[in-house]
Every structure is written in C-alpha cells, then in structure tokens.
C-alpha cells in the first residue's frame, strides 16, 4: 500500500555545471513531442504572415458589395471561404493579415522587453549595491501596478491627445515592450548574482578586462538559456495582451485587421453570425497554446534543473 | 508608486482637462479659470502633496464622467467586483488546488496528461474569447448536458429588481468560470509541481513506513507543506486577477469596477482611473505583505528581521 507512493529515495538532482552542447539541446528537445507540434505550427502561422500579400484570397479591407446584404456572410457563401465579418470583408484574408499584425507586435514588443530587461538586470546582479536597490525597486514597482489597466490607462492618454488613430503599430510595441520588462529583469539579475562569483568572472577581471566587457562577452552568454525559455512565453503573454488590448478598442485600430479588433464586433453579431468570433480567437488560442509548448520543450531542452 | 502613477497622469499632454479641451463651447478663458479654481496652475509637487494629502484621507477627486466624487463611484462598484473576485477565487483554489494533487499523486497517468493538457489550454485561452464562446454556447445556443438544458444569462448582475438569490447565482456562473479559468490553470500547475518536490522528501517517507494510510499521508503531511509556497503564487496572481475582472465584467456587462474603469477609459477621466489605480495598486501591495506575512507563520523555518 504504501508502496505505491511515488517516492524515490535517495534521488540527488544532476547539477550541469557546464551549459549542455548543441547536440545534446536537440536530441532533448526532439524527445519533447509537444513542442516539436508546436515550432511547426508557429513556422506555419510565421509563413502565412509573410506571405499574407501572395496567399490572400482577397483583400482584406475590400467590401465584397456585390454579396454583402448589411450581414455577415457564411462561411462558403460567394468564395468566402471562412465567410465574411459584418462589414462584408473577407474573413480568411484578414485573418491572414491579423497574423501578420499580431505576431510582428509580440515578436518586436518582446525583442524591446528582452533587451531592457537583460541590460538592467545584469547591470543590477554584476554592480550590486544602489544601482541594484534602484532598478529592483523600479521593477517592484512595475509589477505591483496590474499590467493591463495601465496599458489601458497609457493608450488612452496618447489617444486622449490625439486621436484613437494615432495608436499605431509603434506606440502599441513600445508601450508594451517598456513594460514587460521586471520578470526578464529579475530573471537575469539571479544568474549574473551567482555568476559573478564564479572562477572565469574573476579571471575575466584579473587580466583587467573592463565592466562592459566582463558583462557582454564572458557572463551573459552564460546566462542565455533562461532568457531565450522567457522570451517565448512572453511572446505568447504579449500576443494574448495585444488582443485583449484590441478587443477593448484600445489597441491596433481599424481598419488594420488584428486578431483582437476582429472579435471587437463579434459579440453584438455573436448570434447571427457565431464564425466571425470562433475563428480569430481559434486563432490566438492554436498559436499562443503553440508557443507555450515550444517555451516548455525549450525549458526541458536547455536546463532540465529549471523550473 | 503614488509618484509615478500622478506623474504620469498629470503631465500626460493634455493632462485631466482633456475632456473640456475638445468641447467647442468652452474658450481659453474657461480653460485659464478651470484651471486656477482646480490648482492646476500650480507647480507640479505642490499638486502632488495636495492630491496625496486628499488620497490619504480618502478623496480621489472628482469624476468627470460619473458627475460624482471618484471614491462614491468605486466605492458603489466595489461590492460587485469583489463578489466576482471571491467567487472566483475561491472556486479557482478548489479546483486548482484539487487538479493538481490528483495531477502529482497519479504522476503520468492519463488522469495527469488530461490535467496537465487542460492547463496548457487555460493558460494560453485569451479570456475575452473564452467569454464570447461560453456566451455562445450556453447562452446563445443552450447546450444540453447531464439532461439539462443550459440558458444563462449572459449579461448584467441580476434581472429582477429585488434580490433573489437563485436569479444572482445564475448570473454569476458564467462571469465566475471565465474569470477563473487562468488561475486554475496557473495554480493546478504550480501545485503538481509542488505536490511532486513534497512527496520525494524524508517525512513523507518516514510517515508512510510508520503505517499511516496513503490518503492521510497526502492529504494531512503532504497538502499541508505543498500549499505553503502556493501563499506565494496567489499573492502574485492578484494583479492578474483585477486584470481578468476588467475584461470579465466588460464582456458581462457586471456592474463593477472594472466596467466602471473601460467607461472612464473611453471618456477620458483620468481622475477616476488614478483612483481605480492607486486602489488596486494599494490592494495588491497589502496582499503581497499580508501573504509575506502569512508565509513566515506557516512555514517556521523563514524567519524576517
């Protein structure tokens, strides 16, 4: 009876102390099924995005007029092969630039996050001291404020200015990226702290190596591997806040097609038409459920003591 | 904290007399007035002593949009949203906290893979959509399960005028569930892994040997050490959930806070939305240290200065 608890007695985790070679990272990786599902997805989401200009069935602002009676199409109706939203725009086609839109937002959003958060992170676990107290400070403040209420508050006041017009593609990546930055932060503020006690740090700065230089070149390519595993789920967080952004009107405005600004009218035609709200969700929910998968398969793949 | 949020309120170009600016009835004169008999003429830290001295005892301002002091609009709300948030979260910690036991002691049984899929599927559901399709499918169409006919309301916090308590409960159902979906997903995750690390060590071995039967021993040793961590998780899920609730109650049309914040959004007053802000702010660091707090109480072996 008691036998058949899960214990494993005497289990003493592997410590890597060197980072696992190339080889070694694919054969794990391809073991983890998942995540292989989920790169080739995210490759076949990624080709229909750049190639949103050659594949289109249609284009995506074009109002089929001959079709359209003031409701959405069924999908099938007239060559919509997905149907088309209430405004009689092909469904496919914007779904197809909604892609382009959204993964071009999380892919540049996250590169700015990234970079923000390595930079203040490893400046704060190598100096240590007051420079560490203020950015640690900076980033507790960052994360005790909820995130999405602040986007909001923040695109309302560059809309306030302006108009709801001038919520671009640029203010939307910025504005998101000059956030999602405290976790990364952190993150690499953890290993730089270990790291710079280690034997090549100090004979880095023996030789008389200068600060910048011990950071870029010696400790951060030892730090890569929980940085890369961060990087792609936060691509999957800032795709879900773009499209929540979005759907509140606060995000990409129209007519730019985005996976979130399609669901924005969906609700008010959910019950004549229920396509037009299924399938850019389905959208967001196969590639963020994709991501998060390749993320997992990259964690299990380049250090299996993460976690 | 409070700087920053005022800062970035106030010398946002346009600043809290937006609304006005894009009336064509009011001149530069008004304006000039306004914003003498509001101080806002006045240097920036003396505004922001004035405003954290009004904050502390308890005056927000007023909303523009509301036509009412910023804490009477919150304040009338609140009660709403945290009935969803409780809900909510207590549902969350059921199940979740449920899932993930079952999830660890049946580690790679079917049982497990479903759970662990399961959450994969919360985790990366967009909550606005997963809104819109329990809206369609229990709602719109009134899917028929267990020989019941489902037809929720989709909208609204109630649809009688004097309470009932069956009539609420079905309002709260649907809100409940898609609020909920992310933290189950987050905590039935965290709390396999937790689960897991717990069952590996010595006492559990030890109690295991000393005869105690495998449901006493999971529930009474293991659960006890394994939520522990989970006071962290929860604190930090916080900010997510008052996230989660200002989409729920807009796709709802829940009569709380959050709906309160996307009208405030849309007509621009900032008054009300630095009030939302520093109140959930407020909240969130308070729960933060109270779960510190609760920490070091539950596990002895974390001691504070």
Redesign the interface.
């Known amino acids: 009876?008691?036998a058949?608890?899960?214990?494993?007695?005497g289990?003493v985790p592997v410590v890597e102390e060197t980072a696992p070679s190339r080889n070694t990272v694919w054969r794990r990786f391809r073991r983890h099924k998942p995540a292989l599902i989920g790169a080739v997805i995210i490759i076949f989401m990624a080709l229909i995005a750049i190639g949103a200009n050659v594949l289109k069935p249609a284009d995506p602002n074009f109002i089929d007029q001959v079709n359209w009676q003031g409701y959405p199409l069924a999908p099938g109706v007239a060559h919509h092969i997905l149907g088309t939203d209430e405004n009689g725009r092909d469904l496919l086609a914007r779904l197809m630039f909604g892609a382009r839109i959204s993964l071009t937002v999380a892919l540049f959003a996250v590169i700015m996050g990234i970079s923000i958060g390595t930079f203040l992170g490893a400046i704060s676990g190598y100096y240590g001291g007051w420079v560490d107290f203020i950015i640690m400070r900076a980033t507790d403040?960052v994360?005790?404020?909820?995130?999405?209420?602040?986007l909001?508050?923040?695109t309302?006041?560059v809309a306030?200015?302006s108009n709801k017009a001038s919520l671009n593609f640029g203010v939307i990546v910025v504005l998101i990226g000059g956030l999602s930055w405290p976790s990364v932060a952190r993150l690499v503020r953890a290993s730089f702290l270990s790291l710079r006690e280690r034997e090549f740090a100090e004979a880095a700065k023996a030789v008389g190596n200068r600060d910048g230089r011990i950071i870029f070149r010696h400790l951060l390519p030892n730090a890569v591997a929980p940085i890369i595993v961060q990087a792609t789920l936060e691509v999957?967080n800032v795709i879900?806040l773009e499209?929540?952004l979005s759907?509140?009107?606060?995000g990409i405005q129209p007519p730019t097609a985005s996976w979130?600004n399609m669901?924005a009218n969906?609700?008010s035609n959910?019950?004549v038409a229920?396509w037009a709200?299924?399938f850019?969700?389905l959208c967001?929910?196969v590639t963020?459920?994709a991501?998060?998968?390749l993320g997992?398969g990259l964690r299990d793949a380049l250090d299996p003591n993460m976690? | 904290m409070s700087i920053v949020l005022f800062t970035i309120l106030q010398y946002a170009p346009g600043g809290p007399l937006t609304p006005y600016l894009q009336n064509p009835h009011i001149t530069e004169a008004d304006i000039i007035r306004l914003k003498h008999n509001l101080g806002l003429d006045q240097p920036g830290y003396v505004q922001y002593f004035k405003w954290l001295f009004q904050v502390v005892r308890g005056d927000f301002g007023w909303s523009m949009s509301n036509s009412e002091p910023v804490s009477q609009a919150i304040l009338e709300r609140l009660p709403a949203t945290l009935t969803l948030m409780g809900c909510a979260f207590v549902f969350s910690l059921a199940i979740g906290v449920t899932a993930g036991i079952i999830s660890a002691v049946r580690q790679y049984s079917w049982l497990d893979y479903t759970v662990t899929t399961l959450a994969f599927f919360g985790q990366s559901m967009p909550v606005f959509w997963f809104a819109l399709m329990m809206q369609l499918a229990f709602s719109v169409v009134g899917i028929t399960a267990f020989g019941y006919k489902f037809s929720l309301p989709s909208a609204g916090i109630s649809s009688l005028d004097n309470f009932d308590f069956w009539d609420r409960l079905q309002h709260l159902v649907l809100p409940t569930v898609v609020l909920s979906l992310l933290f189950i997903a987050q905590w039935s995750r965290f709390m396999r892994s937790s689960m897991l690390e717990v069952v590996r060590t010595d006492y559990m071995r030890t109690a295991a040997a000393k005869g105690v039967s495998q449901r006493a021993v999971i529930l009474k040793h293991g659960l006890k050490n394994a939520l522990i961590p989970l006071v962290t998780v929860i604190a930090l899920s916080l900010p997510g959930l008052f996230a989660g609730a200002v989409v729920t109650e807009t796709i709802f049309a829940w009569p709380g806070m959050g709906r309160l914040f996307i009208n405030a959004l849309g007509q621009f007053d900032f008054a009300l939305l630095m009030g939302y802000m520093m109140l959930t702010s407020f909240l969130v660091i308070t729960f933060n240290l109270v779960a510190d707090l609760c920490y070091a109480w539950l596990d002895p072996r974390v001691k504070y200065n």
């Open positions: 009876m008691a058949s608890l899960p214990i494993t007695p289990a403040v994360l005790s404020i909820p995130l999405l209420p602040l909001l508050v923040l309302a006041i306030g200015t999957a879900i499209s929540t759907f509140l009107g606060f979130g669901l969906a609700q959910i019950t229920p709200a299924i850019p969700g967001i929910l963020v459920l991501i998060n998968y997992d976690r």
